[in-house]
């Protein structure tokens, strides 16, 4: 038997839950509910997968952040800086005069990429950030 052959199986959940997924399913526009599960598995794997340190990744680093903070602007170039080589672009926006947003794409080994994207999220006056990742090879 191959792999690729559809394999069903059930699943078993609150109502209350099962309607606030319907909703999700339509608002994505999936044609059932068995896409957006798929979806929803696959995220799971690629997250899981990119935990091997040495597996090569790619993804972004999204930051939220108040540039008036003292000494922020100086700390996140330092640190892009210093970790120059998983960095592939990063492109700045001016929200409004106080907040500012920033996309970083990133490649490399995980265990590295995930130490950059820590250093930058905790660094006081980053109000958000968030992670995005997928192995480079597939899943």
Known sequence: MEDSMLKRFGISMEGHLLRKFDSLVQQKGYENRSEAIRDLVRDALIQHSWEKDDQIVAGSILLFYDHHKRNLLEELTKTQHDMHDLIMSTTH?????????????????AKEVQQLSNKLTSLKGVQYGKFTVAPIENI
């Open 93 to 109: 926006f001016h929200l409004d005069h106080n907040n500012c947003l920033e996309l970083i794409i990133v490649k490399g080994k």
